[in-house]
């Protein structure tokens, strides 16, 4: 078949930036690499394709109806899910799941076993989790050679090596997380693994910490690393040194975060299944060992009606999103036998939203002002209510999921259809699709430069604040391009404070202002929150421990910190002659330095 000759813009009138990211990784190719789909082509394919599960189950819709439903949901942007459906949905791949845990086996078999069913998942456009906690200490006996074992670390470089070397079906190259507990004896080796220059460039850190570490931590005390086959006591070490070694390397290089696994486990919707050790790379889907899980947001921007939030609209998107991601369970085609079945057995999804800044611009709302948490708080209540309301629906035409009798639904008899709805993840590049902010993160910019594909360059402007400021007379592009000099509106006096306090960006935001909107949609989300506390380049180390600490008390589920600078090949930055926000060409916000790609 010959290529098709696309429009820079096409029917659904995306912009030139978001068409070079849909035909670098999602639209069809041929064998020659000539594209053989258009954008609205992709969405129905991917329609057509999740709606085959409709035809195992009664509804009074009927599969063509809601094959439709589906489609028209994405092409309006008002909905899309994670990029594994997107790229595999109707392909020969057919993977269709962004989220995956595996387990790492002390064992030579165990951990070569881990790498290959990585490299499968990366193949297919997956991102994987890994604990490392199960894994001998550096210097322990290997009994079968008598010799010395390497440690978690040395094994966690050729997880690294792997993923440098697969590129996800020729798309995207893969990303994990890589987990170790705070009471492993090689916990030192591990927080400081990232601060050498070029170690660990494909994978995030977080050190599992227990309520036990952080109190600790609070107290002044003490605690014991353990061996971790058998849970003897080694050494007992002052917590707060382990601590502050934590916050030092974040504070360098934006790594290790921290996984609140005693919060995540008390929050485990299945606990008869397993225990939770690990995340997927992103940090907002804590899964069992074999487990995985897709994801789809909701566009929030779309769903705002004369200045207000459109809660039918909301309502009734929120339906078909769950029920969209339920049928992907069933049509997916899993990398490995034992991922369908646990993934099958718990049914989790992880229905999040993006667009999040954009809706508050919308509702004249400034994104650090109480009456933004406020707001979100009810939002992602009114969120999750209905995301239940739906998983029970289709638990009644359906049936319930798999481990419901080892669930903590049993004893509510909360006969749900998945054991958990809500996932606040980055949404990437999916933002850049929907034209929207990322994920729950403010704008990152007002006026930018964006750095596109093939070395041009975009100056582009937030299509809210250029008509507010149209209205103000203030259509001046020399004032656009001072705009993003200074990275915000703030100290630009040609601006009235009612625009400054409605369009503030992350350059504009405290590090306690960006973890009270992440808890705010922690408080009602069932799964976590994946979100950046963005700090700036002269923050202290204080403050970044002082954040640390801050997660844990508003309970959170994990935290990441990034400190502006603090790691070469930032997607966002202060570049070029003219020192303008310069933004690489997939960052729609969040993690300035770009892995956040799920």
Known sequence: ????????????????????????????????????????????????????????????????????????????????????????????????????????????DGIFEALKNMAKIHQSGGGTGFSFSNLRRKGALVSSTKGDASGPVSFMSIFDIATGIIVQGGRRRGANMGILRCDHPDIIEFVDSKTQKGKFENFNLSVSVTDEFMEAVKHNGSYYLKEPQTGEKIESVRARDVFEHIVNAAWLCGDPGLVFIDEINRCNPVPGAGRIEATNPCGELPLIAYESCNLGSINLSKMVKEGAPDWEKLKGTIRWANRFLDDVIEVNDYPLAEIKRVTQANRKIGLGVMGFADMLVQLSIGYNSPEARQFAEELMRFIHTESVNASLQLAAERGMFGNFSESVYAGQNKRLRNAAVNAIAPTGTISIIAGCSSGIEPLFAISFVRDVLAGSRLFETNAFFERQARRHGLNDEEVFARIARAGSLQKIDAFPDALKQVFVTAFDITGEEHLQMQSAFQRYTDNAVSKTVNLPAEASIDALGKIYQMAYELKCKGITVYRYGSREGQVLSFAGRDRAIRAGPQYRGGCFTGPCAF
């Open 1 to 108: 078949m010959s290529g098709k000759k696309l429009p820079e813009k096409d029917e659904l009138k995306v912009s030139a930036n978001t068409m070079a990211v849909l035909r670098r990784r999602y639209l069809l190719k041929d064998d020659k690499h000539n594209i053989i789909e258009t954008p609205d082509e992709l969405f129905r394919r991917v329609g057509s394709h999740v709606s085959k599960a409709e035809s195992s189950y009664k509804s009074k819709e009927s599969p063509h109806e809601v094959e439709e439903k589906f489609y028209r949901m994405m092409r309006r942007l008002e909905f899309l899910p994670n990029s594994p459906t997107l790229m595999n949905a109707g392909t020969a791949s057919g993977q269709l799941s962004a989220c995956f845990v595996l387990p790492v086996q002390d064992s030579m």
